[in-house]
């Protein structure tokens, strides 16, 4: 059932880009940027250096690492579905991994001191099935620190801790792992952890269903992650870490120029593609539509802003999110566009279900989604972030 579910959306998907990339690009009305209504929002591109804190050149290390993690489905299609809520995946020693098996308090900031020397890593998350409580679950972080000394003794701590039986993993004798079987309807969990040089690679599976554990196939799992990831890590090149507080916060100045985050996070921040499409719902059909737009850096800021290679490309992104095939959302209730604007896509929102009004408009090769408090808000957001775009093409 989950190999034809997923079909059919790649088979959806492939329908959407072919109508619209196939004959005649659609002719896109003019718009003239100086009538759209900006309210008292700025039009100038941000000094992103505004932005800079702590912790902001781990960010941009982690996401470093993020960009050579593989997604789940990249060697096992079964995990074809991504995040079901928002969280962050950056891991930094202000967000260090959450490992709450092994009863440490982060509140208390225990993580570095239980596990010296974090430098900064990506966290997947992948689940069998649309619903994370009907099927499998795994989450891996590829975690670097600032010595091999301390990335095995973070690994032999962490088994030590866990709770569980130990299970071997075939080819990686140097691996630990733990099995915790289930308890009254509960579910069942595997851990594993390698130190690979000095990255501490940890892989959780959970398995809400399965009775009893398959452990050879779970074992295989844990391999395939273990091999795809170092085979990719041997391309790391490691910022040095008297360099990572200084790493730059923008690529191609692309974050100057979207429209600012109220609150600035570690989630504020520009993102190659790959590690973009590891924060989806829907990463297979996701990744399908980067692919086809050409998609190279995905911005989240208050606004989020995605560069194609051109402008019908960006065409073809925007009707990929119209069909719903890169959301598990059913598609939104239609407001009218902003004023001056016509190519605009937008929805109310529903304040009944805490959803506020967005908006979904392409400018030349970028496509942006940006939402407001209100749709009189929106528009005027919609209106700044379409001038700081309009000279970049």
């Known amino acids: ?177 733990k099995i915790l079987p289930p308890e009254s309807e509960g579910s069942a969990k595997i851990y594993a952890w390698l130190a690979h040089e000095d990255m501490l690679l940890i892989v959780h599976i959970t398995d809400p269903v399965s009775r009893p554990i398959d452990m050879s196939d779970n074992t295989e799992i844990i391999r395939s992650f273990y091999g795809e990831q170092i085979r990719r890590l041997q391309t790391y090149s490691r910022t040095p870490l008297i360099e990572i507080a200084q790493l730059p916060l923008d690529i191609d100045g692309l974050l100057s120029r979207t429209f600012p985050a109220e609150k600035v996070t570690s989630r504020t921040a520009a993102y190659p593609a790959h590690v973009a499409v590891s924060q989806t719902q829907m990463p297979v059909p996701t990744k399908a539509a980067f692919t086809d737009a050409g998609v190279d850096v995905v911005v989240h800021g208050g606004a989020i802003v995605y560069r194609a290679k051109d402008a019908a490309a960006a065409e073809r992104l925007s009707a990929a999110f119209a069909n719903g095939v890169l959301s598990a959302e059913q598609p939104a209730e239609e407001a009218a566009p902003p004023p001056n604007l016509p190519t605009a896509s937008c929805s109310p929102g529903d304040p009944d279900q805490s959803q506020f009004p967005v908006c979904r408009f392409t400018v030349g090769r970028y496509l942006v989604r940006i939402s407001g408090a209100n749709l009189q808000d929106t528009y005027q957001r919609v209106g700044a972030q379409y001038r700081l775009l309009a000279d970049q093409n």
């Open 1 to 177: 059932m989950m190999r034809t579910r997923h079909s059919a959306l790649a088979a959806s998907l492939m329908v959407t880009l072919v109508a619209c990339s196939g004959g005649h690009e659609p002719a896109v009305p003019t718009v003239d940027a100086t009538k759209l209504d900006v309210g008292n929002y700025s039009t100038e591109p941000l000094d992103v250096e505004s932005l800079r804190q702590p912790s902001s050149g781990a960010v941009r290390e982690a996401i470093h690492i993020g960009n050579l993690t593989p997604i789940p489905f990249e060697y096992d299609s079964r995990f074809a579905f991504g995040l079901d809520y928002p969280r962050s995946q950056i891991i930094t020693p202000d967000e260090p991994p959450y490992p709450d098996e092994f009863g440490i308090d982060l509140k208390r900031n225990q993580f570095t001191t239980e596990f010296p020397g974090l430098v900064a890593g990506w966290r997947t998350h992948a689940t069998r099935r649309l619903n994370s409580g009907t099927g499998r679950n795994i989450d891996t972080y590829t975690a670097r620190f600032d010595s091999p000394d301390n990335a095995q003794n973070a690994a032999s701590k962490m088994w030590r801790l866990a709770p569980g039986d130990a299970h071997p993993i075939d080819g990686y004798p140097q691996a630990a792992a």
